[in-house]
T-cell receptor, first 108, second 116 residues
């Protein structure tokens, strides 16, 4: 079993829909990260969380430390949101442990 | 804008021919990472530098080496590339004080390596 599990692995939705991607982890963490990767592209850091909730534009990330669970929400989704979203956790001081990613496709 | 730059973006090499990938950063971060990402897989950490201290992952093959001549630059050397080394190579940076919890990582655009 992976230390970081994401669901769903693939998600297709229509433009405007509210999107939720889930991440569960089984190890102690110092922080949780949500990352975005467009096809053939580099990785962009969206959020780094250690508690509570963060919002940036149409993106919201929440974390429940007790339940070892985080969610990434996208409101009013748009085709340009189509990408792979990766959950990763920081264990101890330095190492990022990645989930397998969720491939999101938003159709016009 | 402060950023992480990788050159080249695309690199083609022949089987067994050494290749060097380059990463530079204007963020003045003291930690630099190299990741390997194969198609449809999560990135895999190869090694990282904390300042000048090199930290190799246990399962990183000896074929992969790295150099960090100064704070801004870090190189990934693949001594004898095999077909299985074809991948996207991602450089990232972060800041850390006294080796405690590292901050957010900033990624470069990646170099896609093809081995013929």
């Amino acid at each position: 079993k992976n230390e970081v599990e994401q669901s769903p692995q693939n998600l297709t939705a229509q433009e405007g829909e509210f999107i939720t991607i889930n991440c569960s982890y089984s190890v102690g963490i110092s922080a949780l990260h949500w990352l975005q990767q467009h096809p053939g592209g580099g990785i962009v850091s969206l959020f780094m969380l250690s508690s509570g909730k963060k919002k940036h534009g149409r993106l919201i990330a929440t974390i429940n430390i007790q339940e070892k669970h985080s969610s990434l929400h996208i409101t009013a989704s748009h085709p340009r949101d189509s990408a792979v979203y990766i959950c990763a956790v920081t264990q101890g001081a330095q190492k990022l442990v990645f989930g397998q990613g969720t491939r999101l496709t938003i159709n016009p | 804008d402060a950023m992480v730059i990788q050159n080249p973006r695309y690199q083609v090499t022949q089987f067994g021919k050494p290749v060097t990938l380059s990463c530079s950063q204007t963020l003045n971060h003291n930690v630099m990472y190299w990741y390997q990402q194969k198609s449809s897989q999560a990135p895999k950490l190869l090694f990282h530098y904390y300042d000048k201290d090199f930290n190799n992952e246990a399962d990183t093959p000896d074929n992969f080496q790295s150099r960090r001549p100064n704070t801004s630059f870090c190189f990934l050397d693949i001594r004898s590339p095999g077909l299985g080394d074809a991948a996207m190579y991602l450089c990232a940076t972060s800041s850390s004080q006294s080796g405690l919890a590292y901050n957010e990582q900033f990624f470069g655009p990646g170099t896609r390596l093809t081995v013929l």
